[in-house]
């Protein structure tokens, strides 16, 4: 999966059986990342994408990435950094020293969420069984993240290749999640 | 279903992934020490509950988070201006009737 986005950071754990192996989509659950809740001001921003390695996008809805870093924008003062599980405290004494006194926060949430890798032809297609978002590639291109609901549970998604995206959803939802994306993409097999 | 568009997010969503947040420009008293009962009473629950042209707060909570402001027909749902939390409260009247209201 080396043409993906972050190819180094978002890996499929190997530990997991696949949740979904369709010639069209499967689905496989991502191994243990650090995430970061950031939040800072305009000023500060980059100096912290300095000391974390990427920039952090300023236009919506986007992501700055390279193999090992990943910087996705969820509001306006509000950013998820996602690092290797060993990079964990190299980021918050990297950003924390960078930033001294200039207010900010910066959350570990590593544990908060569960993610999965939604990849295959049919990606979009299954994604679209429970999210009112277009996920065309001309209104949401390779790169773009967004939060959103899929059915009753927010998630987030963040298409890191034209037929690949990461969801996320917090630890005791992903049962749910991960359950109607496989119950929903039966429908593929049946067709 | 309702299309709702973000400020911040810059674009349109579903209304499933806002809430409303009530009455918009109601300005909390700037000195509690002061303020009367009465006062206290009028900022935390009276509301116009406007039959019409109305400015809400709305938040994009599962999106960005972030609270805007928004006017709104409570009649008909239809959105007539969407702002940024702080920026001034527009001209109801002027809105209803660039929107033949
Ligand atoms: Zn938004």
Known sequence: MSDLLASDLITPDA???????????????VAPLARFSFRARTASLKKAGTAFGVPLPVKPLTSETTAKRAALWMGPDEW?????????QAVITGIGSKLGNEPHALVDVSDRSEAVIVTGEKAAWLLN????VDLSQETFPVGTVTRTLFH??????????????????WGSFMDYVAGLLVQCAQELEAA | ??????????????????????????????????????????????RSNTKGIAAERWRHIHGCGRFFNAVRD????????????????????????????
């Open chain 1, 15 to 29: 530990g997991e059986p696949p949740l979904l192996g369709l010639a069209s989509v499967s689905i496989l659950k």
């Open chain 1, 80 to 88: 998820t950094l996602l690092a290797p599980e060993e990079d964990l």
């Open chain 1, 129 to 132: 069984t429970g999210i009112f």
């Open chain 1, 152 to 169: 009753k549970a927010p998630v987030m998604i963040w298409r890191i290749g034209p037929d690949a995206f990461v969801v996320e959803a």
């Open chain 2, 1 to 46: 279903m309702l299309l709702i568009y973000c400020p911040y997010c810059e674009i349109e969503r579903a209304e499933t992934e806002f809430r409303c947040g009530g009455e918009a420009h109601i300005a909390r008293p700037s000195d509690p020490e002061k303020t009367t009962d009465d006062d206290w009473v009028e900022f935390l629950y009276m």
């Open chain 2, 74 to 101: 409570t009649v008909s749902d239809e959105f007539l201006k969407i702002y940024k939390t702080g920026e001034a409260k527009p001209d109801l009247e002027a809105l209803a009737r660039e929107a033949g209201k």
